[in-house]
């Protein structure tokens, strides 16, 4: 199904609805916190480099007279900071309608997370993992709520190595992103599998943006040429940011986004456009590899849920 010309427009009334956006205070997730906050939603934007966050939500409160904006420190590299943030969130909400795991990081150098993940492993997959799991009673305790993860058009080139998950054997950053991100999506589709088994309202779906213009690549570890491309000929093609958010906002706020589905753009090769349902990468219909990495989030977090 394509959604011709679905953008922030669509969006629905959403006062008095709690949204986290991870990552909220740069490219996709500024642009998607500035829409959801623009129809009213209270937006907690988590980062974790405050001092950058907070002139960017100072930004925020320009551009949308009246949003209701908090920051919140969250480094996705710390399953601490990811307690941290929960417990902080725990007390000052009672629910929470919209999570949106957002934050990543691309192709950088070889490195671990402070609890010894493989860096793009442990940021974009199992920090996500965690914070979510320790929020399901949060968004259980709203009314239809949804989980909503933003992996990548990299997941089509990505396969999960369980052999060397953290590659310690063998490293390549664009091979560990591609991981990183097609775990993204094979945990959505376990996760709304397990919330739909174990009775609960709340909702998983993920997103990819297509070709966006972000300040994603800032972190990578590129080569001069690929800098080059990344800041000339990409910058050229690729679509605005606000446009590329539209996908996982439509996963986060239109009834008819189905539950465990994938949205990118409808463009060709999914590389720009407006939001419609994804071609789900070979990759990520695999039924043992989503149950697999499931069990071995739990076991390498130490945070269980939703069990079979």
Same mark, same amino acid.
């Given at each position: 199904m394509s959604n011709k010309k679905w953008s922030n427009q669509n969006i629905n009334d959403l006062s008095g609805k709690v949204v986290i956006v991870t990552g909220?205070?740069?490219?996709?997730?500024?642009?998607?916190?500035?829409?959801l906050a623009s129809k009213g939603a209270t937006v907690i934007v988590a980062s974790r480099k405050l001092e950058r966050a907070g002139q960017a939500v100072e930004k925020l409160k320009t551009e949308v007279p009246g949003g209701q904006f908090e920051l919140m420190k969250l480094d996705l590299s710390s399953l601490d900071s990811v307690r941290e943030f929960v417990a902080?969130?725990?007390?000052?909400y009672e629910k929470l309608d919209i999570?949106?795991?957002?934050? &990543?990081?691309?192709?950088?150098?070889?490195g671990k997370?402070?609890?010894?993940?493989?860096?793009?492993? &442990?940021?974009?997959?199992? &920090?996500?993992?965690a914070l979510t799991g320790l929020l399901l009673d949060k968004l259980e305790a709203a009314e239809s709520s949804r989980v909503v993860n933003v992996a990548s058009l990299a997941a089509d080139n990505g396969s999960i190595n369980f052999d060397d998950l953290m590659s310690e054997k063998d490293y390549s950053k664009f091979g560990a992103y591609?991981?990183?991100?097609?775990?993204?999506?094979?945990?959505?589709?376990?996760?709304?599998?397990?919330?739909e088994k174990a009775g609960f309202s709340t909702r998983s779906m993920v997103?990819?943006? %297509? %070709?966006?213009?972000?300040?994603?690549?800032? %972190?990578s570890d590129f080569s001069p040429f690929m800098k080059f491309l990344a800041n000339g000929l990409f910058s050229i093609i690729a679509q605005p940011a606000w446009k &590329?958010?539209?996908?996982?906002?439509?996963a986060a706020t239109e009834p008819q986004a189905e539950a465990g589905a994938y949205y990118g753009p409808d463009g060709f090769?999914?590389?720009?456009?407006?939001?419609?349902?994804?071609?789900?990468?070979?990759?990520?219909?695999?039924?043992?590899?989503?149950?697999?990495?499931?069990?071995?989030?739990?076991?390498?977090?130490?945070?269980?849920?939703?069990?079979?």
């Open positions: 909220g205070n740069s490219g996709l997730g500024y642009e998607s916190s500035k829409a902080e969130f725990s007390v000052k999570l949106m795991n957002n934050a &990543g990081i691309m192709a950088v150098p070889a997370t402070k609890d010894g993940f493989e860096s793009q492993l &442990g940021v974009n997959h199992l &920090g996500h993992f591609s991981q990183s991100k097609l775990a993204n999506i094979l945990f959505t589709q376990e996760l709304n599998e397990r919330l997103a990819h943006p %297509g %070709g966006s213009k972000t300040n994603l690549a800032e %972190g &590329g958010a539209l996908p996982q906002l439509y090769n999914e590389f720009s456009g407006y939001p419609k349902k994804a071609k789900l990468p070979q990759s990520a219909q695999n039924l043992n590899a989503q149950r697999k990495l499931w069990d071995v989030s739990e076991e390498l977090t130490g945070i269980s849920y939703l069990s079979n």
